[in-house]
């Protein structure tokens, strides 16, 4: 029996004035991976070149131009190597004495953060009380901090936020258990929340981006393959490792940042639209409903790079729109009057 899922979305953002807002300056957040990719490492290139070069593709430049710091942080807290427990106090203002985060957003644009490689040393699937003990290196406690994390990241439309799945580990470091656990949680994170999939989050913040680290450098089991490791006993990345993440880095997040500035330009808060979208995930036709009409209004459908794919106007409470032709994944809708402009995501099955 064929069931539709009807998801209402309601739009409630704080008001704020976004008109010439630019996402293209930020920080990066690690520890010893991260200041690894970021290089040269040894390698030929690193995240600041493979910057001036996407700067100089684009043609970019002076307040156009994107550009990014990079801090060794948090500092001083103990979490048992569980870095995502740490991440999740410290997004909730938990942990002010060495690591407030209210600083970091007020004074960037762009916030990346992660976890290095100790975070993989997963020990079981667990179960919903594992949050009783939040340093425990689980499946369902990792699902659980990260659900934290994004919900306050969505409380902060003014940033953007990118979030790295864990630091793989070479065999030599860990086991199969763990490395399977580990790329069992990093898949979750990119294909099931990312996606707009996860029963608790559901349709995933414009404003966040999953950089999907684990999967570009492991093999079919989880393991980090030995080329891109410092040694088989070592698994901070190596040179070569730098040379295959630090241009996706690059790409990926500002691709990523820019269309979320050309999506959230005058973005305010109104209740005279309430958009109602279903099915979602859909898979050939996508039903949407306004509450009410206005001239000029249209609805876009636009992709993960900012690409317009599609644009009609809206001269009905119920349009049916055909998404046969586009390839599955994530897609912003975009529903405009010229004045006030709604986002959201659907996923195209």
Not at 13 to 29: A, M, N, V
Not at 44 to 51: F, L, R, W
Not at 55 to 65: A, D, L, R, V
Not at 155 to 170: C, D, G, K, L, S
């Amino acid at each position: 029996m064929k069931r539709n899922i009807i998801f209402i979305v309601l739009f409630t953002t704080t008001i704020l004035s976004f008109s010439q807002t630019k996402f293209r300056s930020g920080i990066f957040l690690h520890h010893s991976t991260g200041d690894n990719i970021w290089g040269p490492n040894g390698s030929a290139t690193s995240i600041p070149q493979e910057i001036s070069k996407y700067n100089t593709i684009h043609g970019y430049s002076g307040m156009n131009s994107i550009s990014m710091d990079q801090s060794w942080w948090p500092d001083g807290i103990n979490s048992g190597n569980n870095e995502w427990e740490c991440w999740h106090r410290i997004f909730e203002n938990k942990d002010l004495v060495n690591s407030d985060i209210r600083g970091i957003l007020a004074a960037n644009k762009i916030v990346v953060i992660k976890s290095c490689f100790p975070s993989s040393a997963i020990e079981r699937p667990g179960q919903s009380s594992d949050t009783l003990s939040p340093t425990e290196k689980t499946i369902y406690n990792y699902k659980w901090h990260w659900r934290n994390i994004i919900k306050v990241m969505n409380q902060h439309p003014e940033n953007f936020f990118v979030i790295w799945t864990n630091a793989p580990m070479t065999a030599g470091q860990t086991d199969a258990t763990a490395a399977a656990f580990s790329k069992k949680f990093s898949k979750w994170a990119k294909d099931t929340l990312a996606a707009g999939l996860d029963p608790v989050i559901g349709t995933f913040p414009p404003n966040i981006y999953v950089f999907d680290y684990f999967s570009k450098l492991t093999d079919g089991n989880g393991f980090l393959l030995n080329q891109y490791a410092v040694s088989s006993g070592d698994s901070h990345p190596n040179a070569a490792a730098t040379a295959l993440i630090a241009p996706q880095f690059v790409k990926e997040i500002f691709d990523a940042s820019i269309s979320y500035e050309s999506l959230i330009t005058g973005i305010e808060e109104i209740h005279s639209y309430d958009l109602l979208l279903y099915p979602n995930p859909a898979k050939e036709e996508l039903t949407v409903k306004v509450s009410c009409l206005t001239k000029n209004l249209n609805i876009s459908i636009i992709n993960l790079i900012g690409q317009e794919l599609l644009r009609q106007p809206i001269d009905s409470y119920s349009t049916l729109i055909n998404i046969t032709n586009f390839t599955p994944g994530v897609y912003y809708i975009k529903l405009t009057d010229g004045k006030i402009t709604k986002v959201k995501k659907i996923t195209r099955e």
